[in-house]
């Protein structure tokens, strides 16, 4: 995971962009600068340095401050729904290959970058990003939980596993978390590869049969 930001010294943006390139343009640019400024101190005037356009456009294209952040996080949570669900169809159709394909989806490397991490980090961390947080994402994260805890309960049925599972669906997402913050506080941090390893630790102490370290036990 690289730890220098790109687009600290942007090159000048070309002038003709369709609206939703530019938005998109935009609100990558608005990930960058929370990375590096955080959440409270990030400014229309510094989104437009990093992207290498005037504040005006910025403006123009999201009016106020607020409306910038809020629509980086919603783009922000539906990219991470996106990103999981596309996991899920692409996995084998049993569930163990879902269960995991889930989990590992959260560190594939466009996901698990620096400044996404450190948005996220921002946006959960921030007094005033937590309410629009909420708003935003609450029923994206009822969805994941819900599906988390449907995959457990199959794991029940399908292989003879019992544990509980909405406590089980709970410990994994809490880890995932837990180790998305490590990555971004630690002095020295692990890369993404020891963090699913260790979220893979996890997983394997309720299905032992079917999971280590290493992800899906294939013989399972």
């Known amino acids: 995971m690289a730890a220098v930001l790109e687009n600290a010294n942007p090159e000048p943006a070309p002038r003709k962009m369709p609206r939703d390139a530019r938005r998109v343009q935009l609100i990558e640019a608005t990930i960058e600068t929370i990375a590096r400024f955080g959440y409270s101190r990030t400014t229309m ?3 437009a340095r990093m992207a290498g356009l005037s504040h005006g456009l910025v403006n123009f294209h999201f009016s106020t401050k607020e409306n910038l952040l809020s629509e980086t996080l919603l783009y922000l949570a539906e990219e991470y729904r996106q990103n999981w669900l596309q996991a899920v169809e692409a996995a084998g159709p049993g569930v163990a290959e879902q269960l995991y394909a889930m989990l590992a989806a959260d560190f594939r ?3 698990c970058t620096h400044a996404r991490l450190s948005a996220w980090c921002a946006f959960w961390g921030e007094a005033s990003g937590r309410p ?3 708003e935003k994402c609450g029923s994206n994260d009822e969805e994941y939980n819900r599906r988390l805890e449907e995959y457990c309960t199959a794991m029940n049925a399908a292989h003879g596993y019992a ?3 909405a406590r089980t669906a709970r410990v994994m997402r809490v880890t995932t978390e837990g180790v998305w913050l490590d990555m971004m506080t ?3 941090p692990y890369d993404a590869k020891e963090a699913l390893a260790t979220l893979m630790t996890c997983v394997a102490a309720f299905f032992p049969r079917h999971f280590d370290e290493n992800g899906l036990i294939s013989a399972a």
């Open 132 to 134: 629009l947080y909420q």
């Open 45 to 47: 005037s510094e989104v």
């Open 109 to 111: 490397p466009e996901m």
């Open 163 to 165: 544990v509980d599972p």
């Open 186 to 188: 630690m002095q020295a």
